[in-house]
């Protein structure tokens, strides 16, 4: 098995994240929406499974939301009965959704900002 | 395996995984395709001018993010492992420095 | 663009929607009682608002946008108000077809969707606030 690098894999799962975030922004904002379908990201492990952890900005100087592409956001199934509008947004479900991508984030940051703070102070001593 | 400081490779490291096992690279550029080092003075200078890339990808990423509007994380990203490079190019030099004065030091 | 910046677009657009879905609903309230001013005149005429999603290019997120602010159709209720100044010959006036409790029912759904999008506007610039945070305080 292949090391993996953590920061690259914590970059990765950040961007996730944050498409993740516009996902379900967009099904709180189009709650009300006439024949809005709710969208949801894959999930994470499809993701890894499907592209080995390697920075996908290779070039020096090549920035933007490139990479934020590699993430398909599909429309979920509805689960339980439709709308005669046929809006499929769950409200709790979109604040749930919420809830846990906050909580990873923080974990996400606080993983890195670590051991960034111990590379630093291993290499300074 | 975190960003592999100190591990100064004298032969390919063209691994699936670029970045894992490579000096002083962390979150910053991937390298291209690294050539194998012959000596240990060959294994230094792919070490810096790594570092002098780094931290000029850093620099241009700030540069964008200050100019408008550009993806929060790599510039973050890009930021730190500019400083990580930084730091250990300097540790690493101290080594160098000290190394060489204590040789110098030595009675013949 | 930034998808977490993406998010918060998004999200703003939905505070806008709620809002102005917020003023349509009060505009009803405030007139439920407004009569015509002739007689036998038509009352206020209760108006109704529909949304619709709009995808940015720039951003890649799923807007919403007002659709139409239309008027609703519905029969307006009759009372018996013989000396009021809209009543016709029998003493019928018509009455705006606007039913508070539909109103208030709304008004409070509107309130539940624009706490909502404030949540998420509020979650989004936290955790860019986080992101840029890992540069920091570092010796």
Request: aromatic share 4%; proline share 4%; net charge negative.
């Given at each position: 098995?292949?090391?993996v690098n953590?920061?690259?894999?914590?970059t990765?799962?950040?961007?996730?994240?944050?498409?993740?975030?516009?996902?379900?922004a967009?099904?709180i904002?189009?709650?009300?929406?006439?024949g809005?379908?709710?969208t949801?990201?894959e999930?994470f492990?499809?993701?890894l499974?499907?592209?080995?952890?390697?920075l996908?900005?290779?070039?020096s100087?090549?920035?933007?939301?490139?990479?934020?592409?590699?993430?398909?956001v599909?429309?979920?199934?509805?689960t339980?009965?439709?709308?005669p509008s046929?809006?499929?947004?769950?409200?709790?479900?979109?604040?749930?959704?919420?809830?846990?991508?906050?909580?990873?984030?923080e974990l996400?940051t606080?993983?890195?900002?670590?051991?960034?703070?111990?590379?630093?102070?291993?290499?300074?001593? | 395996?975190?960003?592999?400081i100190?591990?100064?490779?004298?032969?390919?490291?063209?691994?699936?995984s670029e970045t894992?096992?490579?000096l002083?690279?962390?979150?910053?550029a991937?390298?291209?395709?690294?050539q194998?080092?012959?000596?240990?003075?060959?294994?230094?200078?792919?070490?810096?001018t790594?570092?002098?890339?780094?931290?000029?990808?850093a620099?241009?990423?700030?540069?964008?993010?200050?100019k408008?509007?550009?993806?929060?994380r790599?510039?973050v990203?890009?930021?730190?492992?500019?400083?990580?490079?930084?730091?250990t190019t300097?540790?690493?030099?101290?080594?160098?420095?000290?190394?060489?004065?204590?040789v110098s030091?030595?009675?013949? | 663009?930034?998808?977490?910046?993406?998010?918060?677009k998004v999200?703003?657009?939905?505070?806008?929607?709620?809002s102005?879905?917020?003023?349509?609903?009060?505009?009803n309230?405030a007139?439920?009682?407004?009569?015509?001013?002739?007689?036998?005149?038509?009352?206020?005429?209760?108006?109704?608002?529909s949304?619709?999603?709009?995808?940015?290019?720039?951003?890649?997120?799923?807007?919403?946008?007002?659709?139409?602010?239309?008027?609703?159709?519905?029969d307006?209720p009759?009372?018996?108000?013989?000396?009021n100044?809209?009543?016709?010959?029998?003493?019928y006036?018509?009455m705006?077809?606007?039913n508070?409790?539909i109103?208030?029912?709304?008004m409070?759904?509107?309130?539940?969707?624009?706490?909502?999008?404030?949540?998420?506007?509020k979650?989004?610039?936290?955790?860019i606030s986080?992101?840029?945070?890992?540069?920091?305080?570092?010796s």
């Amino acid at each position: 098995m292949e090391p993996v690098n953590l920061f690259d894999l914590a970059t990765r799962q950040s961007q996730w994240l944050s498409v993740r975030q516009s996902s379900v922004a967009g099904n709180i904002a189009n709650a009300n929406t006439p024949g809005y379908t709710a969208t949801d990201v894959e999930p994470f492990e499809k993701v890894l499974d499907r592209t080995a952890v390697r920075l996908s900005a290779t070039q020096s100087g090549h920035l933007g939301g490139a990479t934020e592409a590699a993430f398909t956001v599909k429309p979920q199934e509805p689960t339980g009965p439709v709308m005669p509008s046929k809006n499929t947004v769950v409200m709790e479900n979109e604040l749930m959704k919420a809830g846990e991508i906050r909580r990873a984030f923080e974990l996400n940051t606080a993983v890195v900002k670590a051991f960034h703070t111990m590379l630093m102070t291993t290499v300074k001593s | 395996m975190i960003g592999g400081i100190g591990a100064v490779h004298l032969k390919s490291a063209n691994s699936g995984s670029e970045t894992s096992t490579d000096l002083l690279t962390g979150t910053g550029a991937a390298p291209t395709g690294t050539q194998v080092a012959s000596t240990f003075a060959e294994a230094l200078n792919q070490a810096a001018t790594k570092t002098v890339n780094t931290l000029q990808h850093a620099e241009q990423a700030s540069i964008q993010a200050l100019k408008g509007d550009v993806d929060t994380r790599q510039v973050v990203d890009a930021v730190m492992g500019a400083q990580q490079a930084l730091q250990t190019t300097i540790a690493i030099r101290d080594k160098i420095v000290s190394a060489y004065l204590e040789v110098s030091r030595m009675s013949i | 663009m930034d998808a977490l910046a993406a998010a918060l677009k998004v999200a703003a657009s939905g505070l806008g929607a709620q809002s102005e879905r917020m003023r349509v609903v009060s505009e009803n309230l405030a007139n439920a009682q407004s009569t015509g001013t002739t007689p036998g005149a038509n009352p206020y005429q209760r108006k109704t608002i529909s949304f619709v999603s709009e995808l940015d290019r720039a951003s890649g997120g799923s807007l919403v946008e007002i659709n139409s602010i239309a008027r609703d159709p519905a029969d307006f209720p009759v009372e018996f108000q013989p000396g009021n100044q809209a009543a016709d010959a029998k003493g019928y006036v018509k009455m705006p077809n606007v039913n508070v409790l539909i109103e208030m029912a709304d008004m409070t759904e509107a309130n539940r969707s624009y706490e909502a999008n404030l949540q998420v506007v509020k979650q989004a610039r936290d955790l860019i606030s986080m992101t840029i945070d890992l540069m920091r305080n570092q010796s």
